[in-house]
């Protein structure tokens, strides 16, 4: 199975790009860490109490995430989709049985974390550079029209993911991967995904 993550901070075009490259490639899915946040009460109040708390791995939850890649990646099969509400805190999981899986993307401002987490395994690393203010207008689109923020405290809690997505980025450099791709703006994508899938 092909393995590809894509890393970048909130708004570059994670999603985006890993939709297009699904679509060159029908036998693909997209596992996207921000559906794996923690649930529940204790994260409800630490989401109120910890600045930034949706961008820090305190955030995440690993074993889940990791019971569903193995899975997939081990059988080829993803038995169901996971998405995460914002606003309820809480994941809703919908059967959708996928067969014959042999591309398997991770997206997401965790998925560099998760990647170095795997031993012996080969992977491409695709890293998205964007410019901060265009990230800021679509994160501040998306915050107010899906996560319930009005325009001021989308744009402070993106400003606040930045900072702790690059610093994060010093921290975590690619250990066990040599297939590395840095992704601009001015990027010919086509030539780009040519590479990878030949």
């Known amino acids: 199975m092909k393995l590809i993550f894509i890393s970048g901070p909130s708004g570059s075009g ?3 790009l890993s939709n297009q490259i699904i679509k060159k490639n029908k036998n693909g899915i ?3 860490t921000d559906n794996y946040y923690k649930t529940g009460l204790i994260s409800k109040l630490l989401a109120k109490f910890i ?3 949706f961008d820090k791995s305190i955030s995440f939850n690993n074993k889940l995430f990791k019971k569903d890649f193995d899975f997939i990646f081990k059988n080829g099969i993803s038995i169901c989709d996971r998405y995460y509400n914002f ?3 809480k994941i809703q999981n919908i059967l959708n049985e996928t067969n014959n899986i042999s591309l398997l993307i991770v997206e997401g401002i965790f998925a560099k974390e998760f ?3 795997l031993n012996n395994k080969d992977y491409i690393f695709l890293e998205i550079k964007t410019e901060k203010n265009e990230c800021m207008k679509r994160v501040v689109q998306r915050d107010t029209r899906e996560r319930g923020k009005d325009k001021k405290q989308a744009e402070k809690d993106f ?3 930045w900072d702790i997505y690059y610093e994060k980025f010093k921290a975590n450099s690619i250990k066990n991967n040599t297939n590395k791709f840095i992704i601009e703006k001015k990027t010919d994508l086509d030539q780009a995904l040519k590479k990878l899938f030949n």
């Open 14 to 16: 994670k999603t985006t």
């Open 30 to 32: 997209v596992l996207s």
């Open 51 to 53: 600045e930034g708390f």
């Open 87 to 89: 606003e309820k805190k």
């Open 115 to 117: 990647s170095n987490t």
């Open 159 to 161: 400003l606040k993911s």
